[in-house]
């Protein structure tokens, strides 16, 4: 399991709006290739339908090739839909993998099934796929759900514990955390891993 940061960084309404679009091409591309993708942790952008930041974690034999084909600075070609005659037409975001966490013992996290919540249509609602995990040691909480089974949302749970106790041991390093904040700064504005153009957002490279 792999966790992959899509960002708009410090960039304006149209980055956020690129933020979002790129998220659901990735779903499609994620789909295609046979890899489990879960939204894991999101910051809402200023107007609605738009993303700042979203953190998803990717699963499966395709993850890895799928992460690397984002990494890296993505560029949207397209006139600003919330300015007219805007001279601007090219916004940028960025992607980062972030190297996986080590795996915790299982007897250190306690498992709650819970009956999900929010939506995701019928399935969601009806079933009690949803996970509660805490940390004992630490008291890191966090709650998992999804369509997929308990022991999907278990495995990502603990990741995602992984992940928040390995941020606290470096958040006064160079860390996993630093860098995750330092993300938010550095989106580069040339070079593009990715090219998208139009309203639709479709794929050019």
């Not at 994620?30 to 809402?44: H, M």
């Not at 960025?94 to 795996?103: K, Y």
């Not at 990741?159 to 938010?184: C, V």
Request: positive net charge; proline residues 5%.
């Amino acid at each position: 399991m792999m966790l992959l940061q899509l960002s708009a960084a410090q960039g304006p309404d149209e980055c956020c709006l690129a933020v979002s679009k790129a998220l659901e091409v990735l779903r499609k591309e994620a789909a295609r290739a046979g890899v489990a993708l879960s939204v894991t942790e999101e910051e809402r952008g200023p107007r609605d339908g738009t993303l700042r930041s979203v953190l998803v974690s990717l699963d499966g034999e395709g993850a890895p090739p799928l992460a690397q084909r984002w990494c890296g600075t993505l560029q949207w070609i397209c006139e600003s839909p919330y300015r007219q005659r805007y001279p601007r037409k090219n916004w940028f975001i960025g992607a980062a993998l972030f190297a996986p966490v080590r795996e915790l013992p299982a007897g250190d996290i306690r498992f709650e099934a819970l009956r999900a919540s929010g939506p995701g249509g019928q399935h969601v609602n009806k079933t009690d796929s949803a996970i509660r995990a805490t940390h004992v040691a630490s008291g890191i909480s966090v709650k998992v759900q999804s369509e997929r089974s308990q022991h999907a949302n278990k495995k990502l749970a603990t990741l995602l514990i992984a992940h928040k106790l390995e941020a606290q041991r470096e958040a006064h390093s160079a860390g996993q955390k630093a860098q995750r904040r330092l993300f938010h700064h550095q989106i580069a504005r040339g070079n593009p891993t990715r090219c998208f153009k139009g309203i639709d957002f479709t794929p050019v490279k």
